[in-house]
């Protein structure tokens, strides 16, 4: 299950996810950084839980729930909006991640504290350095208060 | 428009060259004056395009996926230096799928040095390239080449500079006696400082995709410069520039490691050219870290002389710059040249070829290594005279350039120092130390900013303002992150007198022909956004001229702001579509011109940041608890996104300071650590308040906005601020940057 979609794919299992997402489903907006796990630019849920989708093989999502940022929900378009709004991207490259990792913080914790914030999100490289910005967002989209 | 070609001077990352420009005689625009009302410059803004980047929907190079697309891949050279005795092309071309391999067999030049090489001097070199099918076809054809090689010796650094082994001539620049200023000095300080290779490490990578339709090539470049891709694509392919057209919509950072059609894009066409297809070619993450550039380690020593009240009678600064295989030499020595007044200075520069990849810029070049050494001896020096930094740097300002011996067009850092001292608690900074109780050691520190960013000619715009009176600004910009097509929404919006969600901006796209400036040298804003209000100038005219025939008032007599066309007697008050609306299918065109810079004149930005560190003695993590940033940039445009670029220059620079540093097996020459997990740049966790300010006056001596650019200034001074505020806290200097735990043990130890 792709965003909502059943998608029964006929691919080397050992393939990864986010190419099979890229390649053959058309879902770009998880990106390529790294490739090894180490910057989150890819980022999908895979059920309700952030994963890097460029070192997971696609066959360990068979039968699971994918969810990337073309799919995610209302609460995700808060966040979007907040992003926008504090300027808490400027390349834009990593920030498809941010708001896929973003989103499953405040899933599991609708009010995050700044330093969950700091906790949560520090997987997700941004070389631009919107940090400062997007830990703003990530306050501003869970109703609490900038400063 | 009354065209004129004039001549003009032009900068670029403190280069200058003669230029003649096109003005427009009828561009009488002022620069909109300290205090003028302004209803949408100076007003926080966000992107028009923020939603489609966090949507997931922008399309960047690596995203570009055309029908009967083809992958390519390079082999590169595994070692630092080597020589290729066998490549088997044919079996490469023989391997399923592949459509196209070029090797180091053809004349294959950029800027007259081989694309393709069988001689390569340094890893990752380029050796052949594939187009295939498929990613993993590609890389089967890759592996087909089973190339023979031979191995040779790196060139290592220090032999280098025995043997005098430079890229070229070592730079001397000399004013007055430094020998005889330093030898008579009254209190003298020497410090050196290693500086690291810092790569800029843009999270896409460098790629392109090339598409040839008959004679004529599309490519989507992720490039700084679009227009010195077109004429770099134009001039390999031996093309005219209307048959090249070159797209950079969305550029996943540059940091100044994207220039022109790079090896990318060259491989990218031929490849294309070869196949008869497109071709997609994406740099993977190893390849960027190796390949992509960087900011060239260098070693300096800072010698500084003064009087006891803290007067500098002279500096000499000697600095060794690793600089890989060739390159330009940047600026080290400028600060020393430039930062305060001094009578007698010696910079040299001593450009050791080594094998690594040449040495490219990364947002602030030269400066950004110069500064982050000459600072630190400043505040030895201040030591040394029992005084505070603050109070020496203010006793050494100067109002003029003393290179060129011309004033600076304007120059507000006493007020940078004043403000940044009063945001950061600078006269309780001692204080900081005796509250040093928890383990932790703190202290706090200051550094100089200097850069240029006056941009300069040529750059085009163009505005379109239609019945619905909506505009379009049309531009050569390319927005590699930095928001700068809303600032040509703002500046459009406010010279048209319109609301800023009535006008929209374009660039990234060659095809209009509207030239811009590469996204480089902090001059996207301070030379395309006076060409934009040019433009809207234009059309306001012609505007108001046409509302004149319509409501039969003198169009002197009529002003618009807000959206409404307003008579100065208060009589007339109506929607600018009044007028618009009869325009039918026809539309209002104004096109616009960047105008010379003022003559008799250098144009820089300045700043100052002061940041405050923890440093625990026991495990020799440095933590950065604060910085403030305040800088002098002329107008801000956009206060929302000027702060971002702020901040993130900071955080780089807190990189640099800290964490990141590219380090090289000196017995193959290869980089060890081309990872994202083992090259550390700054995480969410790792960044402190960053309090950021501008003095935000416009520079009335520049055309017609006032504004300077910002990309780089405030990279320039953080590593700097931080050393200081380490040493203020530990009284000691680690010697080399970053301020890793074991070097900051060995410094304490």
Redesign the interface.
């Known amino acids: 299950m792709v965003n909502g979609e059943a998608h029964a794919l006929d691919v080397p299992p050992t393939r990864r996810l986010l190419s099979v997402l890229?390649d053959d489903l058309?879902?770009?907006?998880?990106?390529?950084?790294?490739?090894?796990?180490?910057?989150g630019?890819c980022a999908v849920l895979l059920d309700g839980k952030p994963v890097v989708s460029c070192l997971l093989p696609v066959g360990a999502a068979e039968g699971r729930t994918v969810t990337?940022?073309?799919g995610l929900d209302e609460a995700a378009a808060a966040?979007?909006?907040a992003?926008?709004?504090e300027?808490a991207?400027?390349?834009?490259?990593?920030?498809?991640g941010q708001?896929v990792s973003a989103s499953a913080l405040i899933a599991s914790d609708p009010t995050p504290t700044r330093e969950a914030?700091?906790?949560a999100?520090?997987?997700?490289?941004?070389?631009?350095?919107?940090?400062?910005?997007?830990?703003r967002a990530i306050l501003r989209a869970s109703g609490q208060a900038v400063g | 428009m009354r065209p004129r070609l004039v001549k003009s001077q032009r900068e670029m990352e403190g280069r200058f060259e003669d230029v003649w420009v096109l003005v427009d005689e009828d561009d009488d625009l002022e620069t909109w004056a300290e205090g003028a009302e302004l209803d949408v410059v100076g007003k926080p803004a966000t992107r028009d395009d923020g939603l489609l980047r966090t949507s997931g929907a922008a399309r960047y190079t690596v995203d570009i996926a055309l029908p009967g697309m083809l992958h390519a891949q390079v082999l590169r050279a595994p070692v630092a230096r080597c020589r290729v005795t066998g490549l088997d092309l044919e079996a490469a071309r023989a391997t399923p799928g592949v459509r196209a391999v070029l090797g180091p067999d053809g004349p294959f030049t950029m800027r007259g040095d081989a694309v393709l090489t069988a001689e390569p001097g340094w890893a990752g070199a380029p050796i052949a390239a594939v187009a295939a099918d498929t990613p993993e076809a590609a890389a089967a054809g890759i592996a087909a080449l089973s190339p023979e090689l031979e191995a040779l010796a790196p060139l290592e650094l220090e032999a280098g500079l025995e043997e005098q082994r430079f890229t070229e001539e070592p730079r001397e620049t000399v004013r007055g006696d430094p020998d005889g200023a330093l030898d008579g000095a009254e209190v003298k300080v020497e410090l050196t400082c290693e500086t690291p290779a810092h790569v800029q490490t843009p999270l896409e990578p460098h790629a392109a995709v090339a598409r040839w339709d008959g004679d004529s090539l599309t490519a989507w470049v992720s490039t700084q410069g679009m227009f010195d891709a077109r004429r770099e694509l134009a001039g390999r392919f031996g093309l005219g520039n209307e048959q090249v057209r070159v797209i950079s919509e969305y550029i996943g950072g540059g940091f100044g490691a994207k220039q022109g059609a790079g090896v990318e894009a060259l491989l990218a066409a031929e490849l294309a050219r070869a196949a008869g297809r497109p071709v997609h070619l994406a740099l993977g993450r190893h390849e960027e870290q190796l390949v992509g550039g960087r900011r060239a380690w260098t070693r300096q020593t800072v010698t500084i002389g003064a009087r006891r009240d803290g007067t500098l009678v002279g500096i000499e600064v000697a600095a060794v710059v690793a600089m890989g295989a060739a390159g330009w030499i940047f600026p080290v020595g400028e600060p020393a040249l430039s930062l305060y007044a001094c009578p007698n200075v010696r910079a040299m520069i001593f450009p050791v070829k080594t094998s690594l990849r040449a040495q490219n810029a990364f947002r602030a070049p030269g400066v950004v290594e110069g500064v982050t050494v000459l600072e630190q001896a400043m505040d030895e020096l201040a030591l040394a005279l029992e005084m505070d930094p603050l109070e020496l740097r203010r006793t050494n300002h100067i109002e003029l350039d003393q290179g060129s011996g011309l004033p600076y067009s304007s120059k507000r850092l006493l007020a940078c120092y004043d403000r940044a001292a009063e945001l950061a608690g600078w006269a309780e900074r001692d204080g900081l130390r005796e509250a040093s109780s928890d383990r932790l050691l703190r202290g706090m520190g200051c550094a100089t900013q200097i850069w240029w960013g006056g941009g300069g000619p040529p750059a085009h715009a163009t505005v379109r303002l239609d019945a619905q009176a909506r505009a379009l600004v049309t531009t050569g910009i390319q927005d590699i992150g930095t928001g700068t097509l809303t600032s040509a929404r703002i500046v459009a919006a406010e010279e048209l007198g319109l609301p800023l969600d009535r006008v929209v901006a374009r660039g990234g796209d060659t095809a209009p022909n509207l030239y811009g400036p590469v996204a480089g040298g902090s001059m996207t804003t301070p030379a395309v956004m006076p060409a934009v209000r040019s433009a809207a100038g234009s059309v306001r005219r012609t505007l108001l001229s046409l509302a004149a025939d319509v409501l039969e008032i003198a169009a002197a007599d009529l002003t618009i702001s807000g959206g409404r066309i307003r008579s100065r007697d208060g009589g007339l008050d109506v929607d600018v579509i009044e007028v618009t609306g009869k325009l039918g299918n026809a539309t209002i065109d104004g096109s616009g011109a960047r105008g010379p810079n003022p003559e008799g004149f250098r144009v820089n930005t300045f700043g100052c940041q002061i940041a405050q560190v923890a440093v625990d003695p026991g495990t020799g993590v440095v933590t950065v608890e604060r910085v403030v940033a305040v800088h002098d940039v002329g107008r801000i445009v956009n206060p929302l996104a000027a702060s971002s670029q702020a901040e993130g220059g900071v955080i780089q620079g807190i990189g640099y300071a800290l964490c990141e540093e590219l380090l090289t097996d000196p017995t193959t020459g290869i980089p060890v650590n081309g990872h994202l997990d083992d090259y550390k740049v700054p995480t969410i966790a790792d960044v402190p308040e960053i309090v950021v300010d501008f003095v935000d006056v416009p520079d009335a001596n520049l055309p017609n906005l006032g504004s300077k650019g910002l990309g780089e200034p405030p990279i320039v001074p953080t590593a700097a601020a931080i050393a200081n505020a380490f040493a203020h806290a530990t009284g000691r200097r680690a010697g080399a940057l970053p301020l890793t735990p074991a070097r900051v043990l060995e410094a304490l130890a």
Not at chain 1, 30 to 37: S, T
Not at chain 1, 89 to 96: A, K, N, V, W
């Open positions: 890229r058309a879902l770009l907006g998880a990106k390529h950084g790294c490739g090894e796990g180490a910057c630019a990337t940022i073309e966040l979007q909006e992003f926008v709004a300027d991207l400027q390349c834009g490259f990593c920030t498809p708001i914030i700091r906790v999100m520090a997987g997700n490289i941004c070389r631009c350095g919107a940090y400062p910005k997007i830990e």
